[in-house]
């Protein structure tokens, strides 16, 4: 049960966003304050009101960030893609749970066994929830297109990490304790935290999977800013990375490893081009898994063998994994095109007992479950489109006409899209990924990558972090100058306001 603070930690995020806003540039404020609620605010706590979603450390962020930016600083955020594929599945997956509402409207009852049906009122609620859920796609894909800005979000990754391997490394030594001594609970099952003879951080993230994927982000991030970085930065990040890597190891989670060491070479030493399509194959490999499952098409028996390989519990946990992926793939196919809905009704159950008799661990097959196939290739869709968008722009291109940091950015959102096949851990960090790599890929095709250039228009007006922009505007004869900047901290905008207005009414004399 969490205690008062993890409530009120909950309740003043907005505040901590704003100030966020006020401090720093809109990109570094957009970033750190999801990333900042991800890695501190307590999971499994949340404000239940009726017809809108749970409020909790997810959709918090996600409207106060997106509040901030269209009414204070005025920032327009769309959220239609450039492609029309972008278009009708921005439409599908907010659009979608009315459909599985409608096809799941009749009650589950069979013995012990009863579950509701599903009301327009949950379809409404889901609706909502599907569109704050994807807002960091929204705001990423407008805020974070540019070099810079990837730039920041690779570093602020590092920082993140080595900030957050203090608590780890308290951890791993003491044990999963900080989640119970700062929030009164624990998240999770304390046995799956216990690994190869050692305990597995926890810290605020709800579970011992989320801190490893975390730590190889952070390691990833930290080796490709170790590659572009200027000679005098380079030991800096190496040792940062050295550091995150002996981190990642004493995290004890084997997917996350084994993610690093595939990963890491390719980020040191190949070309954004060749980064980009081992993304696209990876991407692919995630969206066409479920079936090839469902054609039995997976070498299970390999993969099982492979894992006993390497410690006995870690085949039986994968092979748990796949028997559950089997039973609710049957089910799903009863109804493949929206779904079972809401409320438990994607699992099976025990008729005699009303227990249920299935776990479901990968994203894939939860999304499956709930919102059926058209779900499932929306989400995953949406996911995998700025990857195929990026490489489609990308490979008539010199190297020096892209960012440095595309390349790195697109292994790190193929390889959250893999780790969805056996977990279910969709971040707000992966939607940030993916508006990012999507923004930057329709810059490319419509030729503006270039605009996005630091502002010099305005010298008497000082800079605020390291991501001040403006948009220039080219004057005829007859037209007044008048300059239109970005939006500035909401600090800076109150600030300096009356002597804006001052100069503007000069400029029009």
Known sequence: MPNIVAYMMILIWPLVTIMLFRKLSIERALIWSILAAFLLLPPGTEYDFPLIPALDKTSIPNIAAFLICILMLKRKVPVMPASVIGKCLIVLFVISPIATVLTNQEPISSGFLWLPGQRIFDGISAMINQAIFILPFFLARSLLATKQAQREL???????????????????????????????????????????????????????????????LSLLAAVSLWRRAEDGR???????????????????????????????????????HFQIKVAVVLATITLLYPMLRGADLVPVDAMLAQAEKIQPERAQSLGFRFRNEAILLEHASQKPLFGWGLWGRNEVYDPATGQSLTTADGRWVIVIGIFGWTGYLVEFGLLTLPLLL??????????????????ALSLLLA??????????????????????????????????????????????????????????????????????????????ARKHQPIARRRQAVRRK
């Open 154 to 216: 690779l570093l602020a990754f590092v920082l993140g990490g080595l900030a957050y391997s203090i608590p780890m490394l308290l951890e791993i030594r003491l044990s999963p304790q900080l989640n119970i001594w700062v929030y009164g609970f624990f998240p999770h099952s304390f046995l799956q935290q216990i690994r190869f003879g050692g305990f597995r951080p926890v810290v605020f993230l709800g579970h011992g999977l989320l801190v490893a994927f975390f730590a190889m």
């Open 234 to 272: 380079r030991g800096q990040y190496m040792i940062a990375g050295t550091y995150l890597a002996v981190v990642l190891v004493l995290c004890k989670t084997v997917g996350a490893i084994v993610y690093a060491v595939a990963l890491a070479p390719l980020i040191r030493f190949t070309s954004n």
């Open 390 to 407: 990026l490489w489609v722009q990308a490979r008539h291109r010199r190297r020096d006409e892209l960012s440095p940091y595309v390349g």
């Open 415 to 492: 390889i959250n899209l893999i780790d969805l096949l056996p977990n279910a851990a969709l971040l707000p960090l992966t939607w940030l990924m993916a508006g990012s790599l999507l923004g930057y890929a329709e810059a490319l095709k419509a030729g503006t990558v270039a605009e996005a250039t630091p502002a010099v228009a305005n010298p008497q007006k000082p800079q605020r972090g390291a991501m001040a922009f403006s948009r220039t505007h080219e004057p005829t004869t007859s037209e007044p100058v008048i300059e239109e900047p970005e939006p500035e901290p909401l600090g800076y």
